[in-house]
Nanobody
Framework: VQLQASGGGLVQAGGSLRLSCAPS????????MGWFRQAPGKEREFVAA????????YYTDSVKGRFTVSRDSSKSTVHLQMNSLKSEDTAVYYC???????????????WGQGTQVTVSS
């Protein structure tokens, strides 16, 4: 595993969680990072992405205004702050590293193992 995702859990609707994605065993210096999620019985979908420098961020429409993607000062760890969570946000969340921040899943070369987020209504 080269990316370690953490921070998932069970939360009530309207609550918040903060996911983190940290490198494990190698550096991802210069890589853009993305977050994807996969709900049971559904395809994996794009959630958010951030450029290496942190100046550019991208979100899928359903999370705009509720989720914030960021990088720490060392740029090695990426966070996904999730507020006002809804039951439809329930999924396994994956972080990924790629050359360019994009919504396209197969453009990301490295993937984390996923962390479960469950939102109860």
């Amino acid at each position: 595993v080269q990316l370690q995702a953490s921070g998932g859990g069970l939360v009530q609707a309207g609550g918040s969680l903060r996911l983190s994605c940290a490198p494990s065993g190698r550096s991802f210096s210069g890589y853009d990072m993305g977050w994807f999620r996969q709900a049971p019985g559904k395809e994996r979908e794009f959630v958010a992405a951030i450029s290496w420098g942190g100046l550019s961020t991208y979100y899928t429409d359903s999370v705009k205004g509720r989720f914030t993607v960021s990088r720490d000062s060392s740029k090695s760890t990426v966070h996904l702050q999730m507020n006002s969570l809804k039951s439809e946000d329930t999924a396994v969340y994956y972080c990924a590293a790629g050359a360019r921040a994009t919504t396209i899943m197969n453009r990301y070369k490295y993937w984390g193992q996923g962390t479960q987020v469950t939102v109860s209504s």
